[in-house]
């Protein structure tokens, strides 16, 4: 079975890994490129948008998954994330060269690496094939690691901060 993307709306590009999964091997079989990338997203910003159009161009379809709540809480702390994971998808979702958005809630992309097997996984340059905790699984998969967006200079956790910070009027 070949499952065929539609036109999206926004919301319709947040998928369930089940769905998503059925909807990448229909892609793949037709020779699509698949990248896949995934973070917190919380307080989306510049740092965010170039990470995610690099890792767009490497590819023809581009998949970013997203840390739930509970996972977003106990990678950043006490008090994070900001927006609820469901927002955190939709802002993502609107974003034109994002193709499909979905969550996850383990530690590590490993389980999600297995369903999806996107031809490519994306992260941020503040990460290298050495310090990628999925890197058994990449190799383990053929999948290969690309290294997108600028210099690491833009964060969340220092947005916040510096919101903190501010006194207003």
Not at 48 to 72: F, I, M, P, Q, W
Not at 107 to 118: C, F, I, R, Y
Request: glycine share 6%.
């Amino acid at each position: 079975m070949v499952v065929v993307p539609r036109k999206h709306r926004s919301k319709d590009k947040v998928v369930d890994r089940r769905s998503l999964a059925a909807i990448l091997t229909g892609l793949r079989a037709s020779g699509k490129t698949v990248v896949l990338t995934n973070g917190v997203f919380d307080l989306l910003h510049v740092g965010h948008t170039r990470c995610l159009e690099d890792a767009r161009s490497r590819g023809d379809y581009l998949v970013v998954a997203v840390n739930t709540d509970k996972s977003a809480e106990k990678l950043k702390g006490k008090g994070h994330p900001i927006l609820p994971c469901d927002e955190r998808m939709e802002l993502l979702a609107s974003i034109g060269f994002v193709d499909y958005v979905t969550s996850f809630e383990e530690d590590t992309a490993d389980d999600l690496l297995e369903a999806l097997k996107p031809t490519m996984y994306a992260k941020g340059t503040d990460y290298t094939l050495k310090t990628l905790p999925e890197k058994d699984t990449l190799k383990k998969l053929e999948i290969k690691a690309v290294f997108v967006g600028d210099k690491k200079g833009h964060s969340s956790s220092k947005l916040i901060a510096k919101i903190r910070k501010k006194k207003f009027d």
